[in-house]
Antibody, heavy 123, light 110 residues
Framework: EVQLVESGGGLVQPGGSLRLSCAASGLSFSNYFMSWVRQAPGKGLEWVANRKQDGSEKYYVDSVKGRFTISRDTISRDNAEISLYLQMNSLRAEDTAVYYC???????????WGQGTLVTVSS | QSVLTQPPSASGTPGQRVTISCSGSSSNIGINFVYWYQHLPGTAPRLLIYRNNQRPSGVPDRFSGSKSGTSASLAISGLRSEDEADYYCAAWDDSLSGVVFGGGTKLTVL
């Protein structure tokens, strides 16, 4: 069973930076997409970024291009455990949201989700 | 303004059948698979339907999905109180090179 645990959220001032982490375990398929999806207060789900497990593909929503970077570290040799990151720079008030880590076999296929971590951008 | 269009709300009484629509375009739903997610506040979203009409294991067969052209729909039959949640459609968009979600539909069980 895939388990995803996000961390790193908190309060940051506009223009500041934050790095989110997602500890993923139980990954059993050979290739997959890992994604960040967010939900601003009172709003719907919004996809933020994703990357293919082998790093061959990375995509970002237009509003975060040039500010956010998705990356990962392999924890176990068989890729069953990895850490996914979202480096967020030049943060804006509109980036305030709960950020979820999600994984699936294709880009829009979010089979497993974490519980989310709250990012608040405010002075 | 979401790329995929859903009604903001839907409702039904226990036992009824409700349908939630999702309208897109030729760059997303028209050429790619549609996915449906259920989200209860304070919890992780849950995959309900993948590849237009497939149910993951553990999802009751009361939930079904369909797609026609640039639109898709989620049907819930035998409505139950625990179905009260927000529902989102999603698809890959070839023009945007990204995942697009619908704005979400809040389902109320009366």
């Amino acid at each position: 069973e895939v388990q995803l645990v996000e961390s790193g959220g908190g309060l940051v001032q506009p223009g500041g930076s934050l790095r989110l982490s997602c500890a993923a375990s139980g990954l059993s398929f050979s290739n997959y997409f890992m994604s960040w999806v967010r939900q601003a207060p009172g709003k719907g789900l919004e996809w933020v970024a994703n990357r293919k497990q082998d790093g061959s593909e990375k995509y970002y929503v237009d509003s975060v291009k040039g500010r956010f970077t998705i990356s990962r570290d392999t924890i176990s040799r068989d890729n069953a455990e990895i850490s996914l990151y979202l480096q967020m720079n030049s943060l804006r008030a509109e980036d305030t949201a709960v950020y979820y880590c999600a994984v699936g076999v294709t880009a829009a296929y979010f089979d497993s989700w974490g519980q989310g971590t709250l990012v608040t951008v405010s002075s | 303004q979401s790329v995929l269009t859903q009604p903001p709300s839907a409702s039904g009484t226990p036992g009824q059948r409700v349908t939630i629509s999702c309208s897109g375009s030729s760059s997303n739903i028209g050429i790619n698979f549609v996915y449906w997610y259920q989200h209860l506040p304070g919890t992780a979203p849950r995959l309900l339907i993948y590849r237009n009409n497939q149910r993951p294991s553990g999802v009751p067969d009361r939930f079904s999905g369909s797609k026609s052209g640039t639109s898709a729909s989620l049907a819930i039959s035998g409505l139950r109180s625990e179905d009260e949640a927000d529902y989102y459609c999603a698809a890959w968009d070839d023009s945007l090179s990204g995942v697009v979600f619908g704005g979400g539909t809040k389902l109320t069980v009366l």
